[in-house]
């Protein structure tokens, strides 16, 4: 899926991801956000804890593969959230 599916498909699923944001223009250091952007040429999957800023978690050429690959850890994010 692309950037714009993903956000569609986010919208419809109504999913719970507790404390967490999503972030899909920028990588940020802001607490608590996963985010999927378009930086130096890849489309990079990152994460934030309270403190210490992001860490890259995966980088894909691919838009599809890249917003397929986040929405199951957005989907991860769910399912600890609601089990809680």
């Known amino acids: 899926m692309d950037k714009a599916e993903f956000i569609k498909k986010i919208a419809e699923d109504n999913l719970n991801l507790g404390e967490f944001q999503i972030e899909l ?18 489309w990079k999957i990152y994460k934030t804890r309270e403190r210490l ?5 995966k980088e894909f050429e691919n ?5 397929n690959y ?4 957005v989907l991860i994010q769910h399912n600890r959230t609601v089990s809680n």
Not at 26 to 42: K, L, R
Not at 63 to 67: I, L
């Open 25 to 42: 223009n920028q990588i940020t250091d802001a607490p608590y956000v996963m985010g999927c952007c378009f930086s130096q040429g890849v």
């Open 53 to 57: 800023g992001h860490y890259i978690i």
């Open 63 to 67: 838009e599809s593969d890249a917003f």
């Open 70 to 73: 986040f929405y199951e850890l």
